[in-house]
């Protein structure tokens, strides 16, 4: 999932501080789950600024809508109606639903709630990690499901540079070495002799570098 | 009744926010677990002990069941000071709610510090059904802190505006 964290609540408050009628659209899918824009974050949001206004004599009136996804038209018509009367939107999506909803209400400022960080997964209760760099060009298979291109802070894709220290990458100590995960990995299923195999040079075409890339699938067009 | 939902929380607010405040007494509203600190305030008020007039209850299932927004609330309503009663560390009907609402907590008083009210006005403390006293103790406790605070900038704001007015 797409993992976010919430901007400070005087961030956002500065944000908007021109406005007196403001939507705080949360986002039911990505920053749900990783507790930074859902229902809920955009409630704690709404009191903490509302009184914090209220505070500097310069009310300020809050719309909180959660929709099921903001990067989806299809949903972000549940916004027409709350952001017809407001003077600007704060979206507590992922970057790319603030963006969704900018092209919908081309006419409305529209302000990020919160950073959106990286594509990973939960570890524990509250603790996420990055796995994905969404290059492009999936290379999961030669390395035993655990990507190099993400989790080596040096991208290196023919072995580990020799710096880890007690299976932890030398960049950052608090980090696991992901060579020696890969290794591990390899190992237990039996597939160590992929090592052997000379990955050449990766073809970076296919990820951002080029550019913001667009995926068209025909056979589902209508 | 007990706060079992943000609906019911809400109403149970609003009916401690407008009820009759006498005096300039702090207004406290006091978050009490159903397994300890309710059970505590019963006990206190069984044993005629005496507390301040200003404080609230609302009787929650346990405190890992308060929704932050719970507590915003009840300062956007203008109360002074709020408290959150759980059980001891250890004890939690449900292992480990009152863990986790002392975590809340923590963000919440970060919150009302950046936005100017005061961290201060919000404390937890941790509490047997058996402990009536304590419950005395800090309940007192709160409101003099509170008092030394005053009142909440929110009610302040308020009082100016609505003596303006007149």
């Known amino acids: 999932m797409i993992v976010a964290s919430p901007k400070s609540i005087t961030e956002v408050k500065n944000l908007i501080s021109g406005h007196k009628k403001v939507l705080f659209a949360g986002c039911g899918t990505c920053v749900t789950v990783c507790l930074a824009g859902g229902e809920r974050e955009v409630g704690i949001a709404s009191y903490a600024i509302r009184m914090a206004r209220k505070l500097e004599r310069n009310t300020l009136e809050i719309t909180q809508v959660t929709i099921e996804r903001q990067c989806d038209n299809e949903f972000l018509k549940d916004l027409a109606e709350p952001a017809s009367g407001v003077e600007a939107i704060v979206s507590f999506g992922c970057g790319a639903g603030v963006q969704a909803i900018a092209e919908r209400f081309p006419n409305k400022p529209v302000y990020a709630g919160l950073n ?4 990973g997964v939960l570890e524990e209760q509250a603790v996420w990690t990055e796995k994905c760099l969404g290059c492009g060009e999936c290379m999961l298979a030669q390395f035993g499901g655990i990507c190099p291109v993400t989790r080596c802070a ?15 990458c030398e960049v950052d100590p608090e980090r696991p070495c992901a060579w020696q995960l890969i290794y591990t990995r390899l190992k237990n299923i039996g597939q160590l002799d992929r090592l052997e195999d000379i990955v050449p040079p990766k073809d970076w075409s296919t990820a951002w570098y080029s550019g913001a890339r667009k995926v068209v699938r025909k056979e589902h067009q209508v | 009744m007990i706060a079992a939902n943000t609906e019911q929380s809400a109403k149970m607010q609003d009916r401690a926010v407008q009820s009759a405040w006498r005096g300039g007494a702090p207004r406290i509203i006091a978050f009490c677990c159903n397994y300890c600190a309710f059970a505590a305030a ?9 507390y301040p007039a200003g404080v609230r209850i609302i009787h929650t ?16 309503k203008g109360v002074d000071g709020v408290l959150v009663v759980g059980c001891l560390e250890g004890g939690c009907h449900y292992v480990e709610g009152n863990v986790r609402a002392r975590k809340r907590i923590d963000r919440i008083r970060s919150i009302l510090d950046e936005i100017g009210i005061g961290g201060s006005r919000l404390q937890m403390v941790n509490l047997s059904d058996a402990m009536a006293p304590a419950f005395v103790q800090h309940v007192r406790g709160i409101v003099e802190t509170v008092k030394a605070l005053g009142p909440s900038p929110i009610r302040a704001l308020e009082q100016t505006e609505s003596a303006g007015k007149v």
């Open chain 1, 116 to 119: 959106t960080q990286f594509l």
């Open chain 1, 154 to 168: 040096k991208r290196l894709l023919n072995g580990p540079c020799g710096g880890s220290l007690e299976n932890q």
């Open chain 2, 42 to 50: 019963d006990l206190a008020g069984s044993r005629r002990m005496q």
């Open chain 2, 61 to 76: 299932p346990c405190t890992g069941k308060l929704e932050m927004e719970h507590i915003l609330d009840a300062f956007e």
